[in-house]
């Protein structure tokens, strides 16, 4: 690929980039570390285990980690929470302060 020679390191070989090298002979050579091209022959799949008013149970088939992890940072941010701002106590009966 001319990108991923474009963006690395020139040798005598050939052009080292981050997604993979050109040899001499101009064949195309990938790299198998964290960068590694992946090509996923089916469509991501959800299956709804379970769902209800409050729930939802599902299973995310044939994705990469990377977009698991996106759906999930967007679901902690956009579903509506609930917590408690101010409580006041008329009379404490037990042996903990009020101070909490």
């Not at 474009?6 to 198998?32: C, L």
């Not at 091209?37 to 980690?65: G, H, M, V």
Request: charged content about 20%; overall charge negative.
């Amino acid at each position: 690929s001319s990108f991923g020679g474009s963006i690395g390191m020139q040798d005598g070989t050939g052009a080292q980039g981050a997604y993979g090298a050109i040899g001499a002979g101009g064949q195309e050579q990938r790299d198998v570390g964290m960068m590694q091209n992946r090509i996923y022959t089916q469509e991501p799949e959800i299956n709804i285990l379970d769902s209800s008013a409050f729930n939802l149970k599902f299973e995310l088939l044939n994705t990469d980690l990377s977009v698991a992890n996106a759906l999930r940072r967007i679901i902690i941010g956009e579903v509506p929470t609930m917590a408690i701002d101010l409580v006041q106590v008329q009379e404490n009966t037990s042996v903990l302060n009020d101070e909490f």
